[in-house]
């Protein structure tokens, strides 16, 4: 947080990639009060949050534990759900002992749902 500090006192704004490498920073310190204070700032700084930032979002609350945050941004996510995505709530079900089948289940059916409309591709 210090760097991100330091960069904006110089005047260079924070980028959506600049915002992923500081999510992820506060991912790994599993602190739900930092979670919640970095997600204060972005709505402050009225950041867009693309699907790359919502993804390590997804990755930093359920670290923190609060699994239905991570939730929350994850179906905001919409049709912008992708792999990676899909991965990081597998992950946080698994990290918090939820109900991973279930997860896994429904990204079976998003997935025969899309090869059945022949969606994807190779």
Not at 23 to 33: F, Q
Not at 76 to 96: C, F, K, P, Q
Request: proline letters at 1%; charged letters at 20%; a negative charge.
């Amino acid at each position: 947080m210090r760097l991100l500090n330091e960069m904006v006192v110089d005047g260079v704004q924070p980028d959506e990639t600049t915002w992923v490498a500081v999510i992820s920073a506060c991912a790994d310190l599993a602190d739900a009060k930092l979670a919640s204070s970095l997600m204060n700032m972005l709505n402050q700084r009225s950041v867009k949050l693309n699907y790359f930032v919502k993804t390590a979002l997804i990755d930093m609350y359920a670290k923190s534990g609060d699994l239905a945050a991570a939730k929350n941004i994850f179906e905001e996510l919409g049709a912008y759900r992708n792999v990676v995505s899909w991965n990081a709530m597998i992950s946080a079900h698994t990290s918090v002992g939820d109900h991973l089948m279930k997860v896994a289940t429904q990204m079976m059916n998003v997935i025969t749902g899309c090869l059945d409309m022949n969606v994807m591709t190779d």
